[in-house]
């Protein structure tokens, strides 16, 4: 459950509480630069594909991501947006508001996309992406790269770029912020 | 996210313009930038109200409401189904409570009304389970133009604090001007009411407006000059000698489009007379903002629709859906 | 055969203020007052108002015509629990009231009624404000209250001859002086109006009856009055205008008479906010300073009597939305204990606007209103000033529940009423 999904639950999700620090900042540099690598070998290069960061939690790790690729490549590749949540399966359960800017930036037919988020948890929110993406165009292929994987998946999706494979407790939270990656929970 | 109308619990209408603080306001206009969006998609459809079903109860024609309703709907996924006058047995003397009750018991999750009086939508909230959105109602309110109105001049104007708007013409019968004069001065606008007397309601004690009958004192200050239609058969009812008069008096015409400020927005409900409340020059001039008006109230009704039947804002506090 | 009922310990209120006797009632009438009285069934009055029954000079019985809504028996029972032993049935109904076939068919039809029906007649035939009614024909008949009710006679003309007409009937009425009864409305401001015209019908955007609507009808109806020697009553007056002009009128000696109803001094038109057309009636709900100038017509006496302007409607007519809902609102069952409540009148006073007053505007106080007093006609009804009740629609004898007190808390209610020595409430229950 990513920061965005805190917020969205609302006021009754309590504050987040760390116990253990499980990625530093530049652990969390270094696998950045590993999937942007990972990424440009899939993919022969970087032609053809676009960055999808998925709103909130995954669109800094998405710059993150076409910056580094730009690094190795020298070459600038486009960058965007998405927030899934009017695609979201779980209306009526839960409050939820879409509030976060999509801007998918150029028609995603025949093109290969990255779709970029923070944590992996249940799928269901990259579910939920992966049909808002259909409405903009027919991708070639979709690929998805996360910095966490939790585990507790709920849908059979699996990442193709992961920065670390984390085991959790399903009632435990995982939060990615500026000095690395936290593990902890939510206090009341 | 502390506004009264969006978190009030339990099944929630949209009635009045008074309906709403400025924050609800706000955090509607903000959602509808989320909607407008979705309308640009090459597939601009999506699930949010998968499984959701919205009766339209027109007891008065409108095309362009429904459509743009229907647009917003289907731009949803929602499941419409339509009780307009003419297709059903409120055509054949049934009671407006029989209809709802009878609309009702299909299992339906809104309901969109427009009627010809005052209150109808108010009547239908207390009889159906369901959410009512008022469409219009008679001379009293019409909230979802309002909001698409507030959008397009928000979208241009930035913020409408201290900006000032001047709603032009038939008072009295206006819906929309009864939910403009609401929200434009909620949103913290200054509002000025322009009619003849005979056009403006005889008491207007409580109004969040000022009021002249000179509509070239003010053109020079004005943000958004608002045309309201003016009926074609108010000539004769005794309110203005004749439309000629009524163009001259209080139309916007090329004279007085000339006048206004270069960031000055021309704005109307639609369908416009050309030639009476606005000469036809001007409505195609790039200030007047219509066709947009139009686009937008797909986005505020999506808004509108997903805010009441599909946010899930009412479970909000439920502890076992926040797993 | 006949058996006698005996009220003790009673305080008597009536056209010769307050006293306190035990009164025996036997073949109906008052037959004995003194002290420690018995009969066959004695009822222990002590701490209760024993008033001659109330006499409402504007009731709509609905029948014939809309029965659903109301009949004379459902009305009549109605009247009874709500203190009344007389009431004059507007001649609204369909067929209207035009005509003497249509009397006999009231007369006929209150054989089983509760208390006595008094039937009034349109002033023009069909109420359609062009011609005439069969006048003399009528007054023969037992008619002495004549009115277009549910609409004013628009015609001046007609009205300055109903006026003078009216004047030559007298001798037909026993030397009584015909009325007629005015529902004060000018068309062509009022039309289409369906509320108050004033800030609340700006807001809810209805089409609003200026008070000049009223106002102009009244001022004209005065001057009729004064050119005709006629005697004009003016019904349900509302407004600041109307009682300023009424007072005035009759300070000049015109032969002027006047109601008002309870919800004109009860409710304003924010109750219109609500869009329940309970709420909906003509003349409609006013102003703060209407409603008080109202009251203050009723206790200084520019004001004649309270009447109810019984007006009952179908559920699904009141379900209507509030623009094509008919006008109207209950008020037989509510009208003593709302004026109770709300007025801020004596007892005395009140059993003068409720009875004293309308009895002899309609011409009936030979055996309504006035005093208790032996030989009279057992018209009386007993009352608890204190009791406090909860108004409910359903609950009521009306066919109809368009009561605009719906769950409101009043004080004061009827305990018993007598007509004729007929005991046709008991203990607050209709007997029938």
Redesign the interface.
Known sequence: MAERERLLAGSASGTFQSRTRVMSADDVSRAVKRMAHEILERNHGAAGVMIIGMQTGGVELASRLAAAVTAIEGSQIPIGTLDATMHRDDFGLRPVMPEAATAIPDDPTGKTIVLVDDVLFTGRTVRAALDAIHSYGRPQSIQLAVMVDRGHRELPIRPDYVGKNLPTRRNEMVDVNDDGVDLGEMLP | MTATWLRQRGPKHLLSMADLDRNDIEQILNLTESFAEVGERSIPRVPALRGKTIAWLFYEDSTRTRLSFETAAKRLSADTMNFSVGSSSVNKGE????TVETIDAMGIDGIVVR??????P??VSQWSGAAVINAG?????HPTQSLLDLYTARHHLEDLEGKHIAIVGDITHS?VA?SNALGFSKMGAKVTLVAPPTLL???????PVEVTHDLDEILDDLDVCYLLRMQLERQGQAVVPSLREYHAEYGLTSARADRLSDHALIMHPGPMNRGVEIAGEVADRPAAVITEQVANGVSVRMAVLFLLLGSGLDVVDDQRAIA | MSTDIAITNATIVDANGTRRADLRLENGVVVEMGDKLDGDTVIDADGLVVSPGFVDLHTHLREPGDEEAETIHSGSRGAALGGFTACVAMPNTAPAIDSIAVVQQIYDAASDALCEIVPSAAMTVGRAGEQLAPMAELVRAGVRIFTDDGAGLQDARLMRAALEYARGLNHLADGFSVVLAQHCEVEALAAGGVMH???W????????Q?AEAEELMVMRDVALARLTGGRVHFQHVSTVGSVSMIRAAKEEGLAITAEATTHHFTLDHSACQ??DPAFKVHPPLRTDADIAAVKAGLLDGAIDAIATDHAPHTR?AK??????APPGMLGLETAFAVANTELGADIEQLVGLLSVNPARIAGIDDRHGGTIEVGRPANITILDLDEEWTVTGAAMASRSMNTPYEGRSVRGRVRHTFWNGDHVVNMGEATR
């Open positions: 009671s407006l409570r029989d009627h010809g009086a005052a209150g109808a108010h009547q109602d008679g001379w009293h309110q819906r009864r309601p005889s008491a207007l004690e409580g109004w | 015209e004033g800030e019908s700006s807001v809810l955007g209805m089409p609003g200026p609500t869009f699904q379900e209507r939305p509030f623009l094509s």
